[in-house]
């Protein structure tokens, strides 16, 4: 079921008649999703009845606040890509000579290559889940780069808390699944490779993310390893992507992340760019008054107009 947020409460999406629904009662998207099949069974009800009460789905806005935003790291092709462009772009001169005459050789640079852990274990950080756009808001330019950045990533919101869980226990807690844009500071993210402690998801990634409207639950997304998409900038396609053959399943990253420590209903989990959707692989940088739409397929899209004018904030929920 696709689900969106308004002022006036949860709304639903009838495939059928191609309309949207209002659920009465239902104003709180965590916790429709966290009340399982009943919930579920009410808005089928909802759906299906006789004079149901249509809604407009562009009242709609961010479909929750998030409690936490982990951000993981999956494809193999997405590291190596983006590592050999920051040192192209933003490295010294002399550490571009030495990779691209290596490469020459028909060879990726070793040093590219993601390392054992990578394989071992789900990667991943902590972002900053208080700086979230909604849909159609406007993007500022931050003041500390030049070299502004989207990713197209496909990410779940838990409906329910994990402690040390399995795997097919993380797996029951998602809840349904939406698009994420990881707005980078590419620049910043070569200096902070270089020379931070904390490495290079430092000021280069807490700055702001966005969220689509759109919320599939997870009963009718299936299989998030299917997932295709693609990013338009200015209505002209520059990239397309899908998830396939990730080096983690969703399962064993939820796993991971919470052993010590609990996870809770409203906690984000993105999955990570979707390889070669990332203005870094594709040495094509967006700019102040352009328009970057994300789009994942049996979801929706997810519009934010970059603006230099636009100032630092947060979406107000619906």
Same mark, same amino acid.
């Given at each position: 079921?696709?689900?969106?947020?308004?002022?006036?409460?949860?709304?639903?999406?009838?495939?059928?008649?191609?309309?949207?629904?209002?659920?009465?009662?239902?104003? $709180?998207?965590?916790?429709?999703?966290?009340?399982?099949?009943?919930?579920?069974?009410?808005?089928?009800?909802?759906?299906?009845?006789?004079?149901?009460?249509? =809604?407009?789905?562009?009242?709609?806005?961010?479909?929750?606040?998030?409690?936490?935003?982990?951000?993981?790291?999956?494809?193999?092709?997405?590291?190596?890509?983006?590592?050999?462009?920051?040192?192209?772009?933003?490295?010294?001169?002399?550490?571009?000579?030495?990779?691209?005459?290596?490469?020459?050789?028909?060879?990726?640079?070793?040093?590219?290559?993601?390392?054992?852990?990578?394989?071992?274990?789900?990667?991943?950080?902590?972002?900053?889940?208080?700086?979230?756009?909604?849909?159609?808001?406007?993007?500022?330019?931050?003041?500390?780069?030049?070299?502004?950045?989207?990713?197209?990533?496909?990410?779940?919101?838990?409906?329910?808390?994990?402690?040390? =869980?399995?795997?097919?226990?993380?797996?029951?807690?998602?809840?349904?699944?939406?698009?994420?844009?990881?707005?980078?500071?590419?620049?910043?993210? =070569?200096?902070?490779?270089?020379?931070?402690?904390?490495?290079?998801?430092?000021?280069?990634?807490?700055?702001?993310?966005?969220?689509?409207?759109?919320?599939?639950?997870?009963?009718?997304?299936? $299989?998030?390893?299917?997932?295709?998409?693609?990013?338009?900038?200015?209505?002209?396609?520059?990239?397309?992507?899908?998830?396939?053959?990730?080096?983690?399943?969703?399962?064993?990253?939820?796993?991971?992340?919470?052993?010590?420590?609990?996870?809770?209903?409203?906690?984000?989990?993105?999955?990570?760019?979707?390889?070669?959707?990332?203005?870094?692989?594709?040495?094509?940088?967006?700019?102040?008054?352009?328009?970057?739409?994300?789009?994942?397929?049996?979801?929706?899209?997810?519009?934010?107009?970059?603006?230099?004018?636009?100032?630092?904030?947060?979406?107000?929920?619906?």
């Amino acid at each position: 079921m696709k689900l969106r947020n308004t002022p006036d409460g949860l709304i639903a999406h009838d495939p059928e008649r191609d309309r949207w629904v209002r659920l009465p009662g239902e104003h $709180d998207l965590i916790g429709f999703l966290g009340a399982g099949q009943p919930a579920l069974d009410r808005a089928l009800a909802a759906l299906a009845a006789e004079d149901p009460a249509v =809604a407009d789905p562009a009242t709609a806005g961010l479909p929750f606040v998030p409690r936490s935003m982990r951000a993981f790291m999956l494809w193999e092709s997405h590291v190596v890509q983006s590592s050999r462009m920051l040192v192209k772009h933003f490295f010294p001169a002399p550490a571009w000579r030495i990779v691209s005459a290596f490469e020459k050789t028909g060879r990726t640079f070793p040093k590219l290559k993601p390392n054992k852990r990578f394989w071992d274990a789900p990667t991943f950080y902590v972002a900053n889940h208080t700086m979230v756009l909604a849909d159609h808001d406007q993007m500022w330019w931050p003041s500390h780069t030049r070299f502004l950045d989207f990713e197209l990533e496909l990410a779940c919101v838990l409906r329910r808390p994990l402690v040390d =869980a399995s795997p097919e226990e993380a797996l029951a807690a998602v809840g349904g699944w939406f698009v994420l844009n990881d707005w980078s500071a590419r620049d910043v993210q =070569a200096d902070d490779a270089r020379h931070n402690i904390f490495g290079p998801v430092i000021k280069s990634k807490t700055f702001a993310n966005s969220i689509g409207c759109d919320v599939v639950t997870a009963d009718e997304f299936g $299989d998030w390893k299917q997932a295709t998409g693609r990013v338009r900038v200015d209505g002209e396609v520059w990239c397309e992507g899908a998830t396939v053959s990730p080096a983690h399943d969703i399962g064993e990253m939820l796993a991971y992340a919470s052993k010590g420590e609990r996870l809770d209903a409203g906690d984000v989990i993105s999955t990570g760019t979707m390889p070669g959707c990332c203005g870094l692989e594709l040495e094509r940088w967006i700019k102040p008054g352009q328009t970057v739409e994300l789009e994942i397929d049996r979801i929706g899209t997810l519009t934010n107009r970059v603006s230099a004018d636009a100032v630092p904030h947060t979406a107000v929920p619906a």
